[in-house]
């Protein structure tokens, strides 16, 4: 915004010669509480602990120092009033300073008694007579007013300075912010930073960068907590004031309650020894205003939760709590004062781990919220899509990540659960004869699966169900692809290689849709409910034992090779087709691999061939892998 510099000449108290300082708001001097410069500034040293007189007003202010004033600055001294701007609050608290506040919550200067507790003045007649002169109005008007009293005094240096700086405004407000004083109620936190930034290293985060959002906001802090809002709805304070006879509020005169009254609503709960008919009259009493913050009271969820100063058992049990599961744009607010909370009532960490999701945002990956209208509600994608479906796209979305929406994903979702479905009905369409599992192709499969249970465990213990969706879903769609048609023919039989393949796939099936429950419950139900008893989501979680059951127990590292190359050879065959536009009917009638794979392929050659040939073929061993079709069959007379 455009505004102006102006010189302005403060008299010294002890007559020597005057201090000019440089500032945009004279408007404010009637709120001067001190001048301020660097401490290592040779031109101010000899001045700091002595006193300057305002010009107008005639109140006596210190000069201090603090490292915040610039030198380079204007004259390399500045004003300090209560509040020009967030750097006059820092001032202020860090330099114990009197609190003289002239703007009102209208924005402009209220009216003010010279020569009162709080206003005195050398000259409170002539302070008095200037300052009526401003009294009433906003702020860029005194600003105008209090420049044409100053030049005519003789304390303005010279014409002001045209500047452009900066200035804040409020989100969707058209004139610049002003900072005002009003009664509020406060947490002490800015003498705890230390610990908080302690507690922050103490904590899990997931994701582990997440942290950094928590200690900026805490190394970021200006002030202390305010928790008091002026609103309808809140728990309010439990606390009345007396009323002097003269029907002024003694807020140092406080009226509180029992513990074990609590809780209670001054407004029109009646404190002890009181009357209802005392409400509000002199003598009498007076409720607490105000409600306190969204985040002083959401802060006692796990507090809440866990029974605090109502359940000592199960407090005991409970607190601190395990997971604190929330987005990061409240890492700010309600992760941090749930901290704060608990650091200063427990001397603990609220809970041990902390998950951050992300946003959902729109198409144009902008954050959807109702005051921009770009909400998608969910009902109308559950209908279209399935619960599952709408599921799957939400975990896609990764611990900290934000996710756009995405209907093309809920289409991928759910054609995942049709697959799951047709998988299932072909695996459990025979259950006998189940044998021991002696095929290389099922140990190797469940060796995979006992892998891919260690990994989906090791991801969740971590918080990134993403990771374990992502593995279990790869290991399906390769259950699907390539051992379900290595075992197809071979499971028809009744031999002990057909009963070592139905074994493994019933393995496989019972292992897996434990996997995805968490992500597709409904279809897992679903599934489940075919042939077991109960609900699968109070079946125990799959071990990595459990898949190796059919094995003896230990993993088989030489079929987990064989089912690995047998990946190879169907994923050669079917790039072979792609390439040469050969339909899946057509056999393999030969197919030639490296001889130094000899005795090493041959074993799975059969079960590779028979699921992607449909028939016989011969097997060769040469220099390189080579393969060929049989020739298109010639359409009869008829």
């Known amino acids: 915004m455009p505004g102006a510099y102006h010189r302005i000449r403060f008299a010294r108290a002890d007559g020597g010669a005057?201090?000019?300082?440089?500032?945009?708001?004279?408007?404010l001097i009637p709120a001067c509480v001190a001048l301020v410069a660097h401490p290592d500034d040779d031109r101010y040293k000899p001045l700091f602990g002595k006193e300057v007189?305002?010009?107008?007003?005639?109140?006596?202010?210190?000069?201090?120092?603090?490292?915040?004033?610039?030198?380079?600055?204007?004259?390399?001294?500045?004003?300090?009033?209560?509040?020009?701007?967030?750097?006059?609050?820092?001032w202020w608290r860090e330099l114990s300073l009197p609190v003289r506040a002239i703007l009102q919550a209208n924005g402009a200067l209220r009216p003010i008694t010279w020569g009162s507790?709080?206003?005195?003045?050398?000259?409170?007649s002539r302070a008095?007579?200037?300052?009526?002169?401003?009294?009433?109005?906003?702020?860029a008007k005194a600003r105008t007013k209090i420049v044409e009293s100053l030049r005519e005094s003789g304390d303005l240096v010279g014409d002001p300075r045209p500047i452009t700086h900066h200035v804040k405004f409020y989100e969707k407000g058209d004139r610049p912010l002003e900072i005002i004083t009003s009664r509020q109620w406060f947490f002490r936190t800015i003498a705890h930073r230390p610990g908080l930034l302690a507690r922050g290293?103490?904590?899990?985060?997931?994701?582990?960068?997440?942290?950094?959002?928590?200690?900026?906001?805490?190394?970021?802090?200006?002030?202390?907590?305010?928790?008091?809002?002026?609103r309808f709805f809140g728990v309010p304070f439990p606390v009345w004031y007396r009323i002097g006879a003269d029907g002024a509020i003694d807020h140092s005169a406080r009226l509180m309650p029992a513990e074990s009254e609590l809780p209670i609503d001054p407004s029109t709960d009646v404190p002890a020894g009181f009357r209802p008919d005392q409400r509000g009259v002199p003598g009498g009493f007076t409720g607490d205003p105000d409600v306190m913050d969204t985040w002083a009271t959401s802060s006692l969820s796990p507090f809440i939760v866990c029974g605090w100063e109502t359940d000592p058992a199960l407090w005991a049990q409970t607190f601190p709590m395990h997971l604190r599961p929330q987005a990061h744009d409240i890492i700010r607010t309600w992760l941090f004062s749930t901290v704060l909370r608990a650091h200063l009532e427990c001397g603990a960490l609220p809970w041990a781990n902390a998950s951050i999701s992300g946003w959902v945002l729109d198409p144009d990956r902008k954050k959807m919220s109702k005051s921009k209208g770009n909400v998608v509600t969910p009902m109308g994608l559950l209908e279209e899509h399935g619960s599952d479906a709408v599921r799957y796209w939400a975990a896609k979305g990764g611990p900290g990540v934000d996710t756009a929406f995405e209907a093309s994903q809920m289409q991928v979702g759910r054609r995942l659960a049709i697959k799951l479905l047709n998988a299932s009905r072909f695996?459990?369409?025979?259950?006998?004869?189940?044998?021991?599992?002696?095929?290389?192709?099922?140990?190797?499969?469940?060796?995979?699966?006992?892998?891919?249970?260690?990994?989906?465990?090791?991801?969740?213990?971590?918080?990134?169900?993403?990771?374990?969706?992502?593995?279990?879903?790869?290991?399906?769609?390769?259950?699907?692809?390539?051992?379900?048609?290595?075992?197809?023919?071979?499971?028809?039989?009744?031999?002990?290689?057909?009963?070592?393949?139905?074994?493994?796939?019933?393995?496989?099936?019972?292992?897996?849709?434990?996997?995805?429950?968490?992500f597709l419950p409904f279809v897992t139900e679903e599934v489940w409910s075919w042939w077991r008893d109960g609900s699968i989501h109070r079946a125990s979680?799959?071990?990595?034992?459990?898949?190796?059951?059919?094995?003896?127990?230990?993993?088989?590292?030489?079929?987990?090779?064989?089912?690995?190359?047998?990946?190879?050879?169907?994923a050669s065959i079917r790039r072979e087709r792609s390439l040469r536009?050969?339909?899946f009917g057509v056999p393999v009638q030969s197919l030639r691999l490296p001889v130094s794979a000899q005795g090493e392929w041959d074993f799975v050659a059969a079960d590779v061939l028979a699921g992607n040939n449909g028939g016989s073929a011969s097997v060769s061993f040469g220099e390189d892998f080579a393969i060929e079709f049989a020739p298109p069959s010639t359409p009869s007379a008829s």
């Open 18 to 27: 005057p201090i000019e300082i440089e500032t945009t708001r004279p408007e």
């Open 427 to 518: 695996v459990l369409g025979k259950t006998e004869p189940v044998g021991p599992v002696t095929h290389p192709m099922d140990r190797g499969m469940l060796t995979k699966l006992s892998a891919l249970v260690g990994e989906c465990g090791a991801s969740l213990d971590e918080y990134d169900y993403t990771a374990a969706l992502r593995e279990t879903e790869a290991f399906f769609w390769w259950f699907c692809d390539d051992h379900i048609e290595h075992v197809k023919r071979r499971r028809a039989g009744d031999s002990a290689d057909a009963a070592s393949a139905t074994a493994s796939c019933l393995t496989a099936l019972s292992v897996m849709l434990r996997l995805f429950a968490p």
């Open 581 to 583: 536009k050969i339909a």
């Open 128 to 139: 008095q007579q200037h300052y009526d002169q401003l009294a009433g109005l906003s702020a």
């Open 53 to 90: 007189v305002t010009p107008l007003f005639g109140v006596a202010v210190p000069v201090r120092a603090h490292a915040l004033a610039d030198p380079e600055k204007g004259s390399g001294v500045a004003m300090i009033c209560t509040f020009g701007d967030v750097t006059d609050v820092t």
């Open 541 to 570: 979680w799959p071990t990595e034992r459990e898949a190796l059951d059919g094995l003896g127990g230990a993993p088989d590292m030489a079929a987990l090779a064989a089912v690995g190359r047998a990946s190879e050879i169907t």
């Open 117 to 124: 507790a709080g206003w005195e003045s050398g000259d409170a």
């Open 201 to 230: 290293e103490e904590l899990h985060w997931v994701p582990a960068h997440m942290r950094a959002r928590y200690e900026n906001w805490v190394n970021g802090l200006s002030g202390d907590w305010c928790v008091s809002r002026q």
